[in-house]
Each structure stands twice: as structure tokens, then as C-alpha cells.
């Protein structure tokens, strides 16, 4: 049994994915990528709030995933300093999952491009076929994504909010992207404990955010 949370985005994700396959799921509506992050409000209620529906205690948790990004610094912050809190007091291990990766596990293609708004401009960004990662992640704008998939026989499919911001350019550029109100640009809890039953496990203290550049904000 595992929890799973990811904060890459805007929006707060949390999920409780039973040894039964059950899933019990707190899933940001996708306007809610459009608001201001509440992380520090949000995301301790969302991980109440599935832990009571799925009617489970932290001590019948196998492990705690969470989505170590790339994504916006201050929500991989909270979102991972939760987690290992939460790991360190109920004696769990942690399961880094590339936030990248589940984004692109909600994508109805098999050529999947999650795209997530890594502001300046930029998008972070990863191409998955099937399970396989063929390239990224890295961060870059968008014709410099457009320019790296001229070399793919295939055109992806693209979600994420990055998609949403950028939909034009690459539209242009013939790459398929899901309407604005789809699922498929969430981030989901879901998908991240998904992935998490493949993954190894490894102590709190050691799992560390995926940000890909340096932050914005430099001290003086």
C-alpha cells in the first residue's frame, strides 16, 4: 500500500493506491494549474482526506512516493519536505518518481510528450514511448522542443500545463495536444504511486528535488 503526492505544479496531488488495487484519489481539477500554488494549504488536508477514504493508518503503508519534478521550486519544496517529514515520523521509506514520468502516464498515447511550465519562457520536458524514455528531461523553450522532435518518425501527443501555455507553437509545429479542460495535464497522486511499485526504496533523507536549473532567486 502506498501514498503518493506530487506538488510539481500549481495544483496538489494526492492518492492511497491499496495492495487490493483500490485507489482513493484527492485529483486538482485542471483550471486549478491556472490558479496561484496553495501547496502549504492544500496538500496536508488532500493526504488526510485520502488516507480516511481509503480507511488505512501510516503504519499499514508500505512506503510514501512522491513526484520530485522537474517543476516549480517552492511547490517541490513543500511537496518533498512533507514527504520525508511524514516517512521520518512513521518510519517509511521513500520512492522518488520523476513528476515528468507520471505526467506522462496519463497521457492515451504511445508516444507521450508531458510538457510542464517551467516559466522564463521555458518548458521542462521529456519524451516517453510505451514506458521507455527516449529523451530528456531537460528544459529548454519551445521551438527548441519542436526542433529536437524533427528527428522523431512520430508525432507525440502533448500535456501538461506547459502544453496549455504553448499550445499554439506547437500545434503549428503538428504536435497533438489535449483540450485545455482534459485530465491529462494533471500531475496526478495516481500515477505516481503507479509508478512507485517498480521503484526502489530509499531512505528520506536522500530523496532531493529534480529541479534542472538553477533557481530564480539569488542571494546577494
Known sequence: ??????TSTSASAACVLRADGAAFEA??????????PAHAQELLPAIAGVMKEAQVTFDALEAIAVGVGPGTFT??????????????ANDLPLRPV????????GIESELALPLIDAKRGEL??????????????????????????????????????GSV?????????????DPDESRSHVV????????AQRLPDAPPESVLPDYLR???AKPK
Open 98 to 105: 520523476s513528476s515528468l514520468a507520471a505526467l506522462a502516464a
Open 75 to 88: 511547490g517541490l519544496r513543500i511537496g518533498i519536505a512533507t514527504a520525508r517529514a511524514l516517512a521520518a
Open 165 to 177: 501555455r504553448f499550445r499554439g507553437v506547437l500545434e503549428a509545429a503538428g504536435i497533438r495536444v
Open 124 to 161: 521542462f520536458a521529456a519524451l516517453y514511448e510505451g514506458r521507455e524514455l527516449r529523451w530528456g528531461p531537460f528544459v529548454g523553450a519551445p521551438d527548441e522542443i519542436v526542433r529536437r522532435l524533427e528527428a522523431v518518425d512520430r508525432r507525440p501527443r502533448a500535456a501538461g500545463d
Open 214 to 216: 538553477a533557481p530564480d
Open 188 to 195: 496526478r497522486g495516481l500515477h505516481v504511486c503507479r509508478l
Open 27 to 36: 485529483a486538482p481539477e485542471p483550471q486549478g494549474l491556472l490558479a496561484a
Open 1 to 6: 500500500m502506498i501514498l503518493g503526492l506530487d
